[in-house]
């Protein structure tokens, strides 16, 4: 008998702490990954505006839009990842990369690409070493 009612509370008490891992867990992915779905929509439209007529004007706002994002990169991450250099440094490459677009777009949709092209790269370089 007192070995079913330890076992039983061995359940409830072992349930109890998986659930509340569990739940940190996810607390702790959800706004990094919020803030890579963000990211990913704004960089969809971007490269979808880089591809239209008008492309400087739809290209605006997300390229204003991943400069902000970009700088939460760093900071949504970082109960994930703390004080790690090599993540923190792909992170300021992409804000180095968002703002330099936002800033200078170039002239014309061919500009505007070449602009967009280190954004990508920021991208997948962080990926490559981070991303499962
Ligand atoms: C500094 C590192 C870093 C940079 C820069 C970065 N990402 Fe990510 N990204 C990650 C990591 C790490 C994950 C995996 C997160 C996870 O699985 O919890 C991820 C996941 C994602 C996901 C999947 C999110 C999900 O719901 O699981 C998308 C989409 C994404 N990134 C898009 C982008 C785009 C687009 C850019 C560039 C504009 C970018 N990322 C730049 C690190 C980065």
Same mark, same amino acid.
């Given at each position: 008998?007192? #070995? ?5 509370? +061995? &359940?409830? #008490? +072992?349930?109890?702490? +998986? ?5 940190? #867990?996810?607390?702790?992915? $959800? %706004? =990094? ?9 704004? &960089?969809?439209?971007?490269? $979808? ?6 492309? #400087? /004007?739809?290209?605006?706002?997300? %390229? ?10 760093? =900071?949504? &991450?970082? $109960? %994930? ?5 090599? &993540?923190? /440094?792909?992170?300021?490459? %992409? ?9 200078? =777009? +170039? ?10 092209? =280190? ?14």
């Amino acid at each position: 008998m007192r #070995l079913l009612i330890g076992l039983v509370i +061995g &359940f409830v #008490l +072992g349930g109890f702490v +998986g659930v509340t891992a569990f739940k940190a #867990l996810r607390a702790s992915t $959800e %706004l =990094p990954r919020g803030v890579m779905q963000t990211t990913a929509y704004h &960089f969809g439209e971007l490269r $979808e505006a880089a591809k239209a007529s008008d492309c #400087l /004007g739809q290209a605006e706002p997300h %390229l204003q839009a991943l400069a902000l994002l970009a700088d939460d990169v760093h =900071p949504s &991450f970082a $109960e %994930l990842l703390p004080d790690d250099e090599i &993540f923190n /440094g792909y992170a300021a490459k %992409l804000v180095t990369a968002t703002r330099n677009a936002r800033d200078n =777009p +170039g002239v014309d949709c061919k500009a505007l690409n070449e602009a967009i092209a =280190p954004i990508r790269d920021a991208c997948q370089a962080c990926h490559r070493d981070y991303k499962s």
